[in-house]
């Protein structure tokens, strides 16, 4: 298999946590932390640290706002974002593919 498509993998996305909140930001306009951190079983400490990862890579925004004077925090996925992630899934697809091919 070439190894040419592995090398081509966006290692921002690529980590499992950050893999899951690109999929599920990919299916939604936008999502609350609360949902996020509850669907993934993460820590609000490593939810916020992959978010901000994501957000310097230019990948996601941030909003927050107050409901019922309670914080309310929600992240969508930008258009570069967007565009990445569909980059990612197609990488993997590819490589599946090529795996497929070789190893039939």
Same mark, same amino acid.
Request: include cysteine; charge should be positive.
């Given at each position: 298999?070439?190894? /040419?498509? @592995?090398?081509?993998?966006?290692?921002?996305?690529?980590?499992?946590?950050?893999?899951?909140?690109?999929?599920?930001?990919?299916?939604?306009?936008?999502? +609350? @932390?609360?949902?996020?951190?509850?669907?993934?079983?993460?820590?609000?400490?490593?939810?916020?640290?992959?978010?901000?990862?994501?957000?310097?890579?230019? #990948?996601?925004?941030? +909003? /927050?706002? #107050?409901?019922?004077?309670?914080?309310?925090?929600?992240?969508?996925?930008?258009?570069?974002?967007?565009?990445? @992630?569909?980059? #990612?899934?197609?990488?993997?697809?590819?490589?599946?593919?090529?795996?497929?091919? /070789? #190893? /039939?």
């Amino acid at each position: 298999m070439n190894a /040419k498509p @592995f090398q081509q993998i966006d290692r921002v996305i690529h980590e499992r946590g950050r893999m899951g909140i690109m999929s599920m930001l990919a299916v939604s306009a936008e999502l +609350s @932390f609360i949902e996020l951190r509850d669907t993934l079983d993460m820590t609000d400490g490593n939810l916020t640290t992959h978010i901000r990862t994501l957000q310097q890579a230019g #990948y996601v925004v941030v +909003s /927050k706002s #107050y409901h019922n004077n309670r914080p309310h925090t929600t992240c969508g996925l930008t258009a570069e974002g967007r565009k990445a @992630f569909g980059k #990612y899934v197609g990488l993997l697809e590819k490589i599946v593919q090529q795996a497929r091919e /070789k #190893y /039939k």
